[in-house]
């Protein structure tokens, strides 16, 4: 299994700066083997969006609408991922998930909630004017 745990959501200024932190962990978690891991968005009342994606070799993906504004990254010991989001706009407003690929695979062609098994709580990001 795999465990991710976010943190580092809350309330900003249109403008400003957050960084979204998911710790992960669990048995089926190795640095070593393939993986992909995410981060999704969920609006209220639209459905659970992708919005970036990095692998095991830190081949990274993004959406068109939080390029030049996001970066994903992880630490060394790639048990943390990271989102640093600047320049946060009111349309970023959404409650954030950190999610996981199973172990074992590369990230699928289609970035899509279909291809990540292991998600997160989520946490609140609230832009405001």
């Known amino acids: 299994q795999v465990q991710l745990v976010e943190s580092g959501g809350g309330s900003v200024q249109s403008g400003g700066s957050l960084r979204l932190s998911c710790a992960i962990s669990g048995s089926r978690y190795k640095a070593y083997n393939p993986y992909c891991v995410g ?8 459905e659970r969006e992708a919005v970036t994606r990095i692998d095991r070799d830190g081949y990274t993906r993004y959406i068109d609408s939080v390029k030049g504004r996001f970066t994903i990254s992880q630490d060394d010991a790639k048990t943390s991922l990271y989102l640093q989001m600047n320049n946060l706009k009111d349309d970023d407003t959404a409650m954030y998930f950190c999610a996981s690929g199973e172990p074992g695979l590369w990230c699928h062609e289609r970035f899509s909630a279909t291809y990540f098994s292991y998600w997160g709580q989520g946490t609140q990001v609230t832009v405001s004017t």
């Not at 981060?39 to 639209?46: A, E, L």
């Open 39 to 46: 981060w999704f968005r969920q609006r209220t009342g639209r």
